[in-house]
């Protein structure tokens, strides 16, 4: 199994370096060990090393052979997919010819092409969500002026800040459970789930 030593991941120039604590907790926990495999990056409890933090430090091929990197970027590619009601079939194809491509099924021009694909799709997604956002914030503008003559702008800013905080750590808390599924995905495909 690959490993890097404390050195190499100091190199990377990891973020969460500028953050108060955080170069001495770094290097409080790589002196534990003179070489680290992506295992023991994403064993090390979530008290200490964040599920996002374990992910950015091992998803490298210093650490995680090309094809386990491969397959890993498919899982997450039909994990986001199905958060989709109807996902565009050109990116379900690009993740079956990713897959494909993996076992020596299509050439390189193939998946590219396959790639290309999935980039228009996502392109068409994009620009119906900025119409539907467009509408939507035109019908958000006339019901604020509606709710602006029945309501104090006070009571109305204090319901959106509600709702805003709500939703951001609704999707904070998804986030989280997201990256450690992740990890453990990471892990089962390391051999060790």
């Known amino acids: 199994m690959k490993t890097v030593t404390y050195e190499d991941v100091l190199s990377l120039n990891p973020c969460w370096l500028e953050e108060e604590g955080g170069r001495e907790k770094l290097e409080r926990i790589g002196k534990r060990k003179e070489r680290w495999s992506a295992l023991d990056v994403l064993d090390l409890p979530e008290e200490e090393v964040s599920s996002v933090n374990k992910v950015w430090a091992v998803l490298r091929t210093e650490l995680v052979d090309e094809m386990i990197l491969h397959e890993f970027a498919c899982w997450c590619a039909e994990e986001a997919l199905a958060l989709v009601g109807n996902p565009d079939p050109r990116s379900v194809a690009a993740v079956e010819a990713k897959r494909k491509w993996m076992r020596g099924e299509i050439t390189d021009r193939q998946l590219e092409e396959a790639r290309e694909a999935a980039r228009d799709a996502t392109r068409d997604a994009a620009e ?11 019908r958000c503008a006339a019901e604020r002026a509606a709710w602006g003559a029945a309501r104090r702008t006070a009571e109305y800013a204090a319901e959106c800040a509600a709702r805003d905080s709500a939703r951001r750590a609704a999707w904070y808390a ?7 599924k992740q990890v453990q995905m990471l892990r089962e495909l390391l051999g060790n789930g």
Do not use: T, V
């Not at 119906?128 to 035109?138: F, G, K, T």
């Not at 998804?174 to 450690?180: G, P, T």
């Open 174 to 180: 998804a986030w989280n459970d997201a990256r450690r």
């Open 128 to 138: 119906y969500a900025a119409e539907c956002a467009a509408r939507d914030s035109a």
